[in-house]
């Protein structure tokens, strides 16, 4: 599970952490459900070992608003 953890964080560095909120928003829309799903599973881990607990807030705080907004709460 670490070479994993290791691979994603090393995506996340590169890919996510780069991106500003418009782009990290824009792409969480066009992301196919199941690997929202996926990506919140891996925030879990991350917020747990203390990591990126920044970018998880991003990511979780505006999936919450568009759900909620959308009324799938």
């Given at each position: ?66 759900l ?6």
């Amino acid at each position: 599970m670490s070479q994993v953890i290791a691979v994603v964080q090393h995506v996340f560095n590169i890919d996510i952490l780069m991106c500003f909120n418009s782009e990290l928003e824009e792409s969480l829309l066009v992301l196919p459900f199941p690997y929202v799903i996926q990506l919140l599973e891996l925030m879990r881990y991350f917020v747990a070992y203390g990591y990126e607990i920044e970018l998880a807030q991003r990511c979780l705080g505006f999936l919450l608003r568009y759900l909620s907004q959308h009324g799938h709460f």
